[in-house]
């Protein structure tokens, strides 16, 4: 069955930078999009960016110029640099995707930016 795992997160103060990892398993990775989310508390979930399978990028006004994804076909791993961060970065992050009709999440990472 499909298993995304995000680690990664953090406490990091404002200005900083973070690398969060998805680690898929399940499906053939290289056929898939794949996406991350953020969910503030409070606030409903928000795309943070997306890597084709021919690894084109899209990112939310939010973090662009900020963020940056990629993908390791080799072992199964999607990323998500994360730099300048500012407080309200602060969220749990979810990769994801897309496959026979339905989303498939996984448990999240916590990114906590503050002081």
């Known amino acids: 069955q499909v298993q995304l795992v995000e680690s990664g997160g953090g406490l990091v103060q404002p200005g900083g930078s973070l690398r969060l990892s998805c680690a898929a398993s399940g499906f053939t990775f290289g056929d898939y999009a794949m996406r991350w989310y953020r969910q503030a508390p409070g606030k409903q979930r928000e795309f943070v960016a997306s890597?084709?399978?021919?690894?084109?990028?899209n990112y939310a006004d939010s973090v662009k110029g900020r963020c940056t994804i990629s993908r390791d076909n080799t072992e199964n791993r999607a990323y998500l640099y994360l730099n300048s961060l500012k407080p309200e970065d602060t969220a749990v992050y979810y990769c994801?995707?897309?496959?026979?009709?339905?989303?498939?999440w996984g448990q999240g990472t916590q990114v906590t930016v503050s002081l």
């Open positions: 994801s995707i897309y496959k026979a009709g339905r989303d498939y």
């Open positions: 890597i084709t399978t021919m690894k084109l990028t």
